[in-house]
């Protein structure tokens, strides 16, 4: 990953809960050339434990020739807010206190990450964002910001994601935070507190981000007098291992609830209210085998929001399609641009 820009909020910053930030970092990178009518603006809104440089992670769409090239178009992504890859999270220094927040730090929500983009929006005097694209936790957040500011919009592509975050994957982030309280380091404020939790929250997530069948074909065993030391289960600890060489409990605490806080009628009346909103041309993009997003909930968005299309993707990976199934993702966006 390059290092990221860092924009400076040096005011107080309102959470939708009351609670203030004495002061605001959000991390962000840019690619290609913003155009003299600044009319050539692609913003992207990553998910969960995703950073700012979407050439990193998303590299099938990514680059000369695909969907989003920084030879044609002014790229932005930013760093959610509770995120450990440049922007104020749990583990930047408290001005107040001139010490880490650690379990100090408050509670975020959906709206609250998407309103830290507006000041980064305004920071970077982008007047208008020609296509705005998020999928799972990015969608989340895109959503929110296509309603509370719907004249900035003019194409919203939403991915494997919902219009409230439902029950079944509220459980899902209340085990994985159950596995980091069980870790006995969590009470402790120390930059490595909770991460061998954090291990076991990845490998519950895993689940979620698949499906039966790819396991099935993925980890299948051809030693039929294995006892133990299955593929399955090296996969569970390997993944684990990986997301703690670069993420932190924190950091997953904070935008698992923030994911949780997701329901755009709060205070919107209705969903009809909420949806309506919208002004951007939308498409709405379900993985078939999506377990965690389940394309019910896409279908629902595309019936919800004005103007809006919905495109259902075949796919054998489950919600995590969202970040692979780059050729047939890119086919939709293309023709809504079109």
Known sequence: ???????????????????????????????????????????VIHALTANSDVSDWWSGLFGKGNILDPERYFIVCANNLGSCYGSTHALSVNPDTQSPYFHDFPLITIRDIANSLELLRKHLDLPQIHLLLGGSLGGQIAMEWAIMNNQVFQNLVLLATNAFHSPWGIAFNEAQRMAIEADYSWKYNHIQAGMLGLKAAR??????????????????????????????????QYQGEKLIRRFNAFAYWTLSKAMDSHQVTRNRENIENALGAIKAKTA??????????????????????????YHEIDSFYGHDGFLLEFEAISKVIKQHLS
């Open 284 to 309: 709405v993009i379900g993985i078939s085998s999506d377990i965690l997003f389940p394309v019910d909930e896409q279908k629902f968005l595309a019936n919800h929001i004005p103007h809006a299309t």
């Open 203 to 236: 490998a519950i997530a895993l689940i979620s981000y698949r499906n039966q069948f790819t396991y099935n074909q993925t980890q299948k065993e051809e030693d039929f007098e294995k006892t133990d030391d299955f593929k399955a289960s090296s996969y569970q």
């Open 1 to 43: 990953m390059t290092e990221p820009a860092i924009f400076h909020y040096q005011q107080p910053f309102t959470l939708e809960n009351k609670q203030v930030l004495p002061e605001l970092e959000i991390a962000y990178h840019t690619f290609g050339t913003l155009n003299a009518e600044k009319s050539n603006v692609i913003w």
